[in-house]
């Protein structure tokens, strides 16, 4: 499934971008970057959020390497 027209970004590249052994992605922002491009218009970014909560779990943070530090904004 296509969840960002502008860039044709897959649900499936989402999920493997987050998973990733290295550089795995952490926000939406890494989403982009990982896949090569960056935002356009923005309506798929909480698209993106969701596809990456459910790929790590609901509190995404889990497998976030900064998970402990005060400064995780998730």
């Known amino acids: 499934m296509i ?3 502008c ?3 897959t649900e499936a590249q989402v999920r493997e971008s987050c ?3 290295e550089g795995a992605a952490r ?3 890494e989403v982009y970057k990982c896949l090569g491009c960056s935002p356009k218009c923005g ?3 909480r ?3 969701k596809i990456m909560n459910e790929t790590l779990g609901a509190g995404a943070c889990n497998a976030c390497p900064i998970a402990a530090n ?4 998730a």
């Open 7 to 9: 860039n044709c970004l």
């Open 27 to 29: 926000s939406t922002f």
């Open 70 to 73: 005060s400064a995780c904004g």
């Open 47 to 49: 698209t993106i959020r």
């Open 19 to 21: 998973t990733r052994t």
């Open 3 to 5: 969840v960002c027209s």
């Open 43 to 45: 309506t798929c970014a």
